[in-house]
């Protein structure tokens, strides 16, 4: 009595239809014949007409010998290789405990308080002195920018804060 198998999806089936068929074509570009590719694959005739039909109750092993046959069994080895869902679901799994994957830790790392200090440091340091000394033309910018006024940049050159005079 044979075995029963799971129905598989019409998109599945054809996949496994479009690969028999490849695997016809395979053994017709190396001008075997199906005879001799079912007794090297040590299967039935009737196995290996089935197998190229994309028949869903040929078992693995089957397609693998016939594919080693071939010389392509190397093929197989392409398979699951990328798994972008499998990855996805793995990260969100561990995303999803609260455990940050490995990619996104260290981008934490890198992110961190001192950074923030330092820029807001810059940013009250630099609105501190033009409140002492705003220069022409500075006005709120400079609080939320953290930028220099003209003025300020003069006074850094010149200690006395005094601009050098222009010559004509």
Same mark, same amino acid.
């Given at each position: 009595? =044979? ?34 590719? =079912?007794?090297? =694959?040590?299967?039935? &005739? ?22 080693? *046959? ?20 793995? @990260? =969100? ?10 990619? *996104? ?49 003069? @006074?850094?050159? @010149? &200690? ?9």
């Amino acid at each position: 009595m =044979a075995k029963t198998i799971a129905p598989l999806l019409p998109s599945t089936a054809e996949l496994l239809q479009r690969f028999g068929e490849r695997l016809r074509l395979a053994r017709l570009r190396r001008r075997l014949t199906a005879k001799q590719v =079912a007794e090297r =694959a040590g299967m039935a &005739p009737m196995t290996l007409r089935s197998l190229e039909r994309g028949g869903a109750g040929v078992t693995m092993g089957a397609y693998l010998a016939v594919m080693q *046959v071939l010389g392509i069994e190397k093929d197989l080895d392409l398979l699951g290789t990328a798994d972008p869902m499998g990855r996805e679901l793995q @990260d =969100a799994r561990l995303t999803a405990r609260g455990k940050p994957s490995a990619s *996104v830790e260290p981008a934490k790392r890198r992110q961190t308080v001192p950074v923030a200090d330092v820029t807001e440091r810059r940013v009250q340091s630099t609105a501190d002195k033009s409140r002492s000394r705003p220069g022409k033309g500075a006005g709120h910018w400079v609080e939320k920018s953290g930028f220099s006024s003209a003025q300020s940049l003069v @006074d850094l050159i @010149d &200690p006395k804060g005094v601009a050098p005079s222009r010559r004509r």
